[in-house]
């Protein structure tokens, strides 16, 4: 039997699921990140082991393909063997914005590099703040899946189209373009940039020594992963034009299938390739992690249904954990909007859901507007999906039919991607 695992690495946990040739599911796991005094990067380890070494023997020795996605634009800086020189920059880690300049003084306009939170911003920040000691240790620039692949694969220095777009890869030419080098090469960075494979592509097979540690077939294929916002496009089912997902997680993410490239830095939006069509859209910080801050999972699943969805709230914020938004404008300093805050918390999260909708809507808004695909249907992934008070407010805002996506993994469709990896491979044997 053929079994394809996916893997999604998030900033609070892990999942795996492992799917057959007819995508059907197999198993699934999942881990939490509890908060702990230990490195970044070792609590990702330690959840790697915990997912495969929580498979059933019988599932993993039967694993043929595995794929990783990772959060967008979290990095890091390694020594030749692998090893972190400092600890990871998160994916909205913002403290290189005194690079912003400097990087849009040469990067063209639309280019998702002049981001504060980009890949290239952080490389440049490390450049300029790390000690001199520091830099001759670092030889690969790695992104969180990259590295999580790495330590199946053991080659360092790969990565995939989907997440070197923040670093400066240009998705229209597969290469690296000139700009991006000049700005590199007098800082001697331009070794470190990874080499870029197409996502679902086989990177390598497993290293004898992940087989040893994980229990892994000596067969089996490391597949080129992507990000966590592409991977839930992926599982949704969503195949044609004007279909779209959002995901509804610790941010709010949107990915529109447009047959028009659409980049506009200025909006925070920009495409990822996905064969001859475009991924279109952006990644806000408003989101789930903001309803974290001030309600509990059981608090969220008692007052939701107390909420009449079909009504407006009459309450305008733009809920957001510190200042700075990313899409659908892109704003360093834009403040959190949280007054006035009710005194019923019934009430509260009704203003909460209901804004964060809005700052959907206005996404799909501005994508159209720039030229996209209109949407003709919108799935929805992440743990969002499952308030059916949240659906019923998106639905009253959104211009096209709302309903949940095939699946909501983004580790499912991470597997799919394995698949397809493992399909390639077979093909061109």
């Not at 999942?15 to 070792?42: G, H, M, S, W, Y």
């Not at 694993?63 to 030749?80: E, Q, R």
């Not at 990177?203 to 839930?232: E, H, K, N, W």
């Not at 309803?291 to 914020?317: C, K, M, N, V, W």
Request: proline letters at 7%; aromatic letters at 8%.
């Amino acid at each position: 039997m053929v079994l394809a695992a996916g893997l999604d690495f998030g900033t609070s946990g892990a999942r795996l699921t492992v799917i057959d040739q007819t995508r059907r599911i197999v198993a699934a796991k999942q881990v939490n990140f509890a908060p702990a005094n230990r490195l970044q990067e070792d609590i990702w380890l330690q959840g790697l082991e915990a997912l495969l070494s929580g498979l059933e023997p019988a599932v993993r020795s039967q694993l043929s393909a595995i794929a990783i996605n990772g959060t967008s634009a979290t990095v890091l800086l390694c020594d030749g063997r692998g090893h972190p020189v400092t600890e990871p920059l998160l994916y909205n880690d913002d403290r290189g914005q005194e690079n912003c300049a400097f990087v849009a003084a040469v990067a063209p306009t639309a280019s998702p590099t002049r981001s504060a939170t980009s890949s290239l911003v952080k490389l440049l920040w490390w450049q300029a703040h790390l000690s001199p000691a520091v830099l001759e240790q670092a030889q690969y620039f790695m992104h969180q899946a990259d590295w999580l692949a790495y330590q199946l694969h053991e080659t360092p220095g790969l990565s995939d189209y989907h997440n070197a777009l923040k670093l400066g890869y240009d998705i229209g030419t597969l290469a690296y373009p000139d700009w991006l080098l000049e700005l590199l090469e007098p800082q001697n960075l331009v070794g470190c940039l990874p080499q870029v494979q197409a996502p679902g592509t086989a990177f390598r097979g497993v290293s004898s020594a992940a087989s040893d540690r994980y229990g892994l077939p000596r067969d089996c294929l490391v597949v080129a992963g992507t990000t966590d916002s592409i991977a839930a496009f992926l599982a949704s089912g969503a195949s044609a034009p004007g279909e779209a997902v959002t995901s509804l997680g610790s941010t709010l993410v949107i990915k529109l299938l447009s047959q028009t490239r659409v980049d506009a830095s200025e909006y925070g939006i920009y495409s990822h390739r996905w064969g001859d069509l475009w991924l279109v859209g952006g990644a806000s910080n408003t989101g789930g992690a903001v309803l974290q801050r001030y309600f509990t999972d059981a608090e969220l699943q008692r007052l939701s249904p107390q909420i009449a969805g079909d009504r407006p709230s009459h309450l305008d914020y733009y809920p957001l954990l510190r200042p700075g938004e990313r899409f659908p404008t892109s704003d360093p300093q834009l403040p959190p909007r949280l007054t006035p805050r009710p005194a019923e918390s019934t009430d509260f999260l009704h203003g909460l859901l209901e804004s964060i909708a809005r700052i959907e809507a206005q996404g799909y808004k501005r994508l159209v507007a720039l030229g996209a695909t209109p949407p003709t249907r919108i799935l929805t992934a992440g743990g969002g999906a499952q308030n059916a008070t949240w659906t019923t407010i998106r639905q009253r805002l959104l211009p096209t039919p709302v309903a949940v996506a095939e699946s909501t993994e983004a580790a499912f469709g991470s597997a799919c991607l394995a698949l397809q990896g493992w399909q390639q491979a077979q093909t061109c044997s």
